[in-house]
């Protein structure tokens, strides 16, 4: 049994595992951020990425329905306001259907769910359990992706606003609030992550719920470039190009 | 709202299911059956189905353990000693490490399940939570896959035998077992469907489940071809070629 690795090493670690394995290096993102997605293929990454917008204020519901400390449950809530919105504030799933709209979309198909690839049902499920089911420790370890995140979607922005038409400033919306939400976020999440992994067995098991986000994540591109991209392959039921549009 | 289905008619819809949905015709089958797969694309589906393999008999108990009346249990039971075996008999889960073998794997390298594509985890894990949580008549609908099993082994062993210098009787053990023993298997799980499953409500309950079935086989095919055959494109940490050799 190996001991417990300094806090900054062990942060080292999980910036390592973000290097290798998030899916800013998948070729999807690539070609997306490199302006060589053609309209239907970035409709088809909508459909589906809009599930996993869905389905996050859901896992952090599950999250905070298995906290016992109010201060805890308030500092997390704050994630489902993000993303479902205020009474003042649309949230980050309206801001995606804006999206959709934008990339000429309905937004009722979008978010009726038809069209989504099971295999991205199949990975954003996985995740959402598995907040709901594993150490709360590996849990918020999962969320530490957002480490990663605005890096991305800066890139993002930025490659989107240079290459295609649909892109305007309310279009992205939704990534530019993120770049201010996900950091936020994730200063709370590395910190408990820091306090709570004091033990190497502790280390092992955050550093492994980050590698498994990263899984879910890079599954997601892999369905969508397999079914849209190369070979286009589609299994049976999803979204066909000229399916849904305003 | 429609009125139930005639005992025949909902059958016919299932088999339907079957005729568009199943993973019969998926291109990566047609490949293995017709002998145009290398050796490595066999031994990447070796790898990957063993952990679909492994997961079917937790299935099976998940189930049982739902289950009040001995009667019915007793009826379920004999799945779960297909898998695992007797004192006397080994079982599918031993038969298909020595299909392992016979490709050229190391066994104890597939019974560890490293290597299997993240995307083939999330498929069947979400499998095996809906046999735990989805209503009873769902859990035995989405077995029914298993009504179009025999014709694609029958397809695989011919195919195998034909082109494949790997395939002699004792490596292609697993697939010729399940000709006897699904049948056995589905008689009674459609007889159950057929029996409970009188309401359009639940007629479509069941319908859906088998859907989601066929979206659990063919979603772990998309990821393999994906990965193994075209383009190709392997996430992060899975079997690669030249791994887990004997």
Redesign the interface.
Same mark, same amino acid.
């Given at each position: 049994m190996s001991g417990a690795e300094t806090r900054e090493a062990f942060e080292a670690r999980l910036r390592r595992i973000g290097a290798?394995?998030y899916h800013d290096r998948h070729?999807f993102h690539e070609r997306l951020h490199g302006g060589r997605c053609t309209l239907d293929e970035v409709r088809a990454w909508v459909v589906n990425r809009w599930y996993y917008q869905s389905r996050i204020p859901m896992k952090d519901a599950a999250f905070m329905s298995r906290i016992e400390d109010p201060a805890l449950r308030r500092a997390w809530r704050s994630r489902i306001e993000d993303h479902d919105g205020t009474a003042e504030k649309e949230g980050g799933i309206a801001r995606w259907l804006k999206l959709a709209e934008a990339v000429g979309l309905d937004p009722d198909y979008v978010a009726s769910g038809r069209g989504v690839?099971? @295999?991205t049902?199949?990975?954003v499920? @996985?995740y959402v359990?598995f907040v709901r089911e594993e150490p709360l420790l590996a849990a918020v370890a999962a969320s530490l992706t957002e480490l990663f995140a605005p890096a991305i979607h800066e890139r993002r922005i930025a490659g989107l606003l240079e290459h295609y038409d649909f892109a305007t400033p309310s279009a992205l919306a939704y990534f530019r609030n993120r770049l201010s939400e996900a950091p936020r976020d994730v200063a709370f999440g590395l910190g408990f992550v820091l306090d709570h992994a004091v033990t190497r067995e502790a280390q092992d098991m955050a550093a492994g719920a980050l590698?498994f986000k990263?899984?879910?994540l890079?599954?997601q591109l892999? @369905?969508l470039?397999? @079914?849209y991209v190369?070979?286009g392959?589609r299994?049976?039921?999803v979204w066909e190009p000229g399916e849904g549009l305003l």
């Open positions: 290798e394995r070729p690839l099971p @295999a049902r199949f990975a499920d @996985a359990r590698v990263t899984e879910v890079w599954a892999d @369905a470039s397999h @079914a190369s070979p392959l299994p049976p039921g």
